[in-house]
């Protein structure tokens, strides 16, 4: 939201890594970065909506940009990218342009429902994860994932073979959330719940509360609990 979905200034020429994101609902442009050099953007999907507006703004032109396996959206009068003082309304101009997203997408990417209920973007209703019938499935760049990164909802960020576009790793099936506080999940292998002294026997029982939330798009059934580790035995659902 608001005029930039990310921004970089002139102020410093490091390096931005853009991993897996989508950005959307940007008032003006969805990656701006003055310089060109300071850009290494892939897996990503980045739309702009309105006439005159840029999915990825790049103010002063370099050769080292890196930028690959994208999906750039341009809606409603909106151009792809701004490179070498000028717009580029298509993804093929931005490619001959920039010599950059060979790999990259320029298709609708198929949200569950992109502006919500409301019918307004950037609230808490809209669902921004990928339906089956996506383009952005199993095209990404695998090797731009890092070890043990976690998609928008904390599962494994390639699921098949290939990573998707985007921020959101799309599963047919359901997906679990598990939550001790409303909208913080737990993650699995770090995440702890302290339970307080009690002792053991005696009367009331330390319990904790928490909420099992399904994110995906596919009803969950048939839901067992089990618990297993050192100490399971001391532990009972209710």
């Given amino acids: 939201g608001g005029s930039y979905g990310l921004y970089k200034d002139s102020n410093t020429s490091s390096l931005m890594t853009v ?3 989508t950005v ?3 008032s003006t442009t969805g990656v701006y970065c003055y310089y060109g050099s300071a850009l290494d953007m892939k897996n990503c999907i980045v ?3 309105g006439s005159g507006d840029h999915a ?3 103010a002063s032109s370099s050769a080292s940009m890196v930028s690959n396996n994208n999906c750039l959206l341009a ?7 701004y490179y070498s003082s000028a717009s580029r309304a298509t993804l093929s101009a931005w490619q001959t342009v920039t010599g950059k997203d060979a790999q990259s997408i320029s298709v609708e990417p198929s949200f569950v429902d992109e502006n919500g209920t409301d019918n307004l973007a950037n609230n808490g209703d809209d669902d921004l994860h990928l339906t089956s019938a996506s383009p952005c499935l199993n095209v990404g760049d695998n090797s731009a994932v890092g070890v043990g990164t ?6 494994a960020r390639i699921l098949l073979t290939t990573v998707d576009i985007g921020a959101d790793e799309y599963v047919d099936a359901p997906e679990i959330v598990v939550e001790l506080v409303t909208g913080t999940q737990l993650l699995d292998g770090s995440s702890t719940a302290a ?3 009690a002792g053991i ?3 009331p029982y330390p319990a904790k509360t928490f909420t099992i939330r399904n994110t995906g798009i596919i009803d969950l059934t048939g839901l067992a609990i089990s618990m297993d580790g050192a100490h399971a035995a001391e532990f009972s659902p209710g």
């Fill in 19 to 21: 991993r897996n994101c």
């Fill in 47 to 49: 739309a702009a909506d």
């Fill in 150 to 155: 976690l998609d928008m909802d904390g599962q």
């Fill in 201 to 203: 026997g005696v009367a």
């Fill in 75 to 81: 809606r409603n009068g909106a151009n792809i990218g």
């Fill in 56 to 58: 990825v703004y790049i």
């Fill in 24 to 26: 959307t609902g940007s």
């Fill in 195 to 197: 339970y307080g002294f």
